[in-house]
């Protein structure tokens, strides 16, 4: 990345560091040598979204990914304070529901399909030997159904342990990151808003209080699912009161402990305008704990002797997923019309239709609904999730028998509102396609205009004129997420109003209707779980192929670097926080280096570099950012980040940013999927966006390209020449305005993209097309 392969590395340690060509190992320390040599560093944080092999162990945490994803969509807010705590709640309501349902499916395959359902069938037990044991046939002393349910309260509860075990191990390697001191708060709002504040980027504090409290809401989830089925038994009208009035007790000190975990969920979340060091040490201890004794209690309430009690039919497993299905729905739709309120008191005077925005759109995408529609989503990873783990797990157990009688109807019914949801997607996708191949036919013609003078070549026409029509589909990705979400939501009410209402399977419930109607319904309902199924075995051989080879992990990786960029603020069992390493990373280095050197820097960044980049100018104090300046490229700031994130890399944000900086300037190509213009309004949009770059350099064989030129897209900047002309133009402007630095070296950063440096005393910065360093 700092094209030389003798290297060291200047600070840091194997997760994450800066480094250096050896030959600039010690540049400050050497007498003055040629006015505006420049010293290039690189950061590299690779290792922070992919590294050993437990990373594959974060597939399992991708709804609550998804859902700390929602907590940061949220529109703009102008004096809305309320509102905007009210969203938050929510998000993190759901997401404390998401939890729940995690481990209400481990308790479904655990609990009621084996230990009550196989186990308790002789014709099962039959076909799985190591459930003999559990069976009333052997008479052993846990064939009881109290006490095997007991039994198979380990596996839930394991899984909650080590969830809490992964929140807490990357708890205190990432959240636990001191940020830079920025002294006195000022006075106003920085210019980069939210993440110019100086506890954006340290929450350590709630990430430990919401992980008490998650790890209590598992805990009571798994003692439920014992207690309650118990209880209902001991409350038969012929049966002893002692057991009943434990019950009550035991069931009571469950719901008030519930209660405390909502309470905990609902407080005030981050404390951003300040960095808040302290812990609730007693919170966080205690009711974990609590709930483990209530686990315990219930456990040997369970394992009571109860000789007569038979286990037939299904635990109240319907109930209880109907409920948190009720639930995820209401608290989307409350959410939605939240966010409807903050994007409706938004300021006029954005500009629509830019790259990024569809046109005559809204700079927010899909009108400030986004966060909703991702919570949407989020909880139907989780109901597809614990769905396909049930049901593959009843098909292991049963076979074709027809043994047991399975998962609850409601997971049936969800998995049967696969195949019409994928039938939907199909016909979206055919349209983008149609779209996308009418817009490479009009772009050829605006592609012979760009390159002038040149032999046509019909197919190499062709071939770039098709790969900006498919650069534009990720603008589309609006559309396809709300289309999505909103039939998601439809789908989903529709199961669950039919799992209530019928207590039958689809195709059971269709067995009088119209004969299209019942092949519709047996087909959506053999298709769904078919479907499930896959997808649950999908995932465990790419989880299995993440934990073996280190290229799965770097992939899972890249995936990863959208959502795991922003603090886990809605649920603490999300995979880390990497910027919350990174950006500190970079401002400690920056700043140290400028306080001790007196020099300047050009901070550059390729794709999610550009990110990070911006996030640590932002955390810059006023000195500091005004001896750098900031070349990014391929990034999507405004693409992405500000379409989807609006709150924090809005216009109002970015424009604080480029009148921060010394000076800003932004590369793009039409050929690149990902990153875009910035388009900042008014007379900052020029000033930092370059024109497009040409992309391929050459259109036909010349002197310089006597082989074709390949189309780059989103990779390899650093061969444009633009890109040397900019630097050269950003340290040009960064002399003047400033004192000579103590030494006479210049130094470039970048975050993430492809190597570059430029500037006074080196500043530091790795570069990768995946946006994996800085230089």
């Avoid at 100018?617 to 070349?631: C, I, K």
């Amino acid at each position: 990345m700092l094209g030389d392969e003798r290297t060291v590395r200047v600070t840091g340690d194997d997760t994450a560091a800066v480094y250096r060509r050896a030959a600039d190992a010690h540049a400050e320390t050497r007498p003055p040598g040629r006015p505006g040599r420049t010293v290039p560093e690189a950061y590299v944080w690779s290792n922070l979204t992919s590294g050993n092999s437990s990373r594959a162990l974060w597939l399992l945490l991708l709804p609550f990914m998804v859902v700390n994803l929602a907590h940061w969509m949220r529109p703009v807010s102008h004096g809305r304070p309320r509102t905007v705590r009210l969203y938050g709640l929510l998000v993190r309501l759901a997401g404390l529901t998401l939890t729940v349902l995690l481990v209400a499916a481990a308790c479904e395959v655990a609990l009621d399909l084996a230990a009550w359902q196989c186990a308790g069938t002789p014709a099962c037990t039959a076909r799985h030997s190591w459930l003999r044991f559990l069976s009333p046939a052997a008479g052993g002393w846990w064939s009881q159904p109290g006490r095997r349910l007991a039994l198979a309260a380990l596996v839930p509860a394991a899984l909650t342990g080590l969830l809490c075990h992964l929140s807490h191990r990357t708890w205190s390697a990432y959240e636990s990151q001191q940020p830079l001191d920025p002294g006195p708060e000022p006075e106003e709002e920085p210019g980069g808003g939210s993440l110019a504040r100086p506890g954006f980027w340290y929450g350590r504090r709630l990430v430990a209080r919401l992980r008490g409290a998650h790890t209590a809401a598992g805990l009571l989830t798994v003692a439920a699912a014992v207690a309650v089925p118990a209880a209902r038994f001991d409350r038969r009208p012929s049966g002893p009161a002692a057991p009943d009035v434990l019950g009550w007790l035991l069931q009571g000190a469950l719901a008030v402990t519930a209660a405390v975990v909502v309470a905990v969920v609902c407080r005030r979340g981050r404390s951003e305008h300040r960095l808040d060091r302290r812990l609730d040490h007693r919170l966080v201890r205690w009711l974990p704990l609590c709930a483990l004794g209530l686990l315990v209690l219930a456990l040997l309430y369970g394992g009571w002797s109860r000789p007569d009690w038979p286990s037939t039919g299904r635990l109240p497993g319907d109930a209880t997923f109907g409920a948190l299905s009720l639930v995820q729905g209401a608290l989307v739709v409350v959410l939605a019309v939240t966010a409807a309120v903050l994007h409706r008191g938004r300021p006029a005077g954005h500009r629509p239709g830019t790259r990024g925005e569809a046109p005559g759109g809204p700079r927010a995408a899909l009108r400030g609904q986004g966060g909703p529609a991702v919570a949407m989503l989020a909880c139907a990873l989780g109901a597809v999730m614990s769905g396909g783990v049930a049901q593959r797990v009843a098909d292991w157990l049963d076979g074709t028998g027809g043994r047991i009688q399975g998962p609850p109807v409601l997971l049936t019914w969800q998995a049967s509102a696969i195949p019409p949801l994928l039938l939907l997607l199909l016909v979206l996708c055919g349209r983008l396609a149609g779209r996308t191949r009418r817009l490479a036919r009009a772009e050829r013609a605006t592609v012979r205009r760009d390159f002038p003078g040149e032999a046509a070549d019909r197919e190499r026409t062709r071939r770039i004129a098709r790969t900006r029509a498919t650069a534009t589909l990720t603008d589309a990705g609006p559309l396809v997420i709300g289309v999505t979400s909103a039939a998601t939501l439809l789908l989903g009410t529709a199961a669950l109003v039919g799992a209530l209402g019928t207590g039958l399977t689809p195709a059971q419930a269709a067995e009088d209707a119209h004969p299209a109607v019942q092949g519709a319904a047996q087909s959506a309902q053999a298709l769904g779980s078919w479907l499930v199924g896959l997808g649950f075995i999908l995932f465990v051989t790419w989880g299995r192929r993440a934990y073996e080879d280190a290229s799965a992990r770097r992939t899972i990786g890249i995936l990863w670097d959208v959502g795991t960029f922003w603090p886990r603020a809605a649920h603490p069992f999300a995979p880390p926080c990497y910027a919350e390493r990174a950006v500190p990373d970079l401002t400690w280095r920056m700043a140290t280096w400028t306080r001790a050197t007196g020099g300047r820097l050009v901070l550059s960044g390729h794709s999610q570099g550009s990110v990070l980049a911006a996030a640590a100018a932002w955390q810059l104090a006023p000195s500091a950012r005004r001896r750098v300046a900031l070349l990014t490229y391929g990034s999507p700031l405004t693409r992405l980040y500000g379409r989807w994130f609006p709150a924090h890399f809005g216009p109002d944000a970015l424009t604080g940013l480029h009148r921060d900086v010394v000076c800003w300037r932004n590369l793009y190509r039409l050929t690149d999927p990902i990153g875009g213009p910035v388009r900042l309004p008014g007379d900052g949009g020029p000033e930092v966006d370059r024109g497009p770059l040409k992309d391929p350099l050459a259109y036909g064989r010349t002197a310089q390209h006597p082989l074709p030129a390949p189309i780059l897209g989103h990779s390899d900047y650093q061969a444009d020449p633009a890109f040397a002309e900019e630097r050269r133009t950003l340290l040009a402007r960064l002399h003047p305005d400033l004192p000579a630095p103590r030494q006479e070296t210049d130094a470039s950063v970048s975050p993430g993209g492809a190597p570059h440096t430029a500037g006074p005393p080196s500043g530091g910065g790795a570069q990768g097309s995946s946006g994996k360093s800085s230089a």
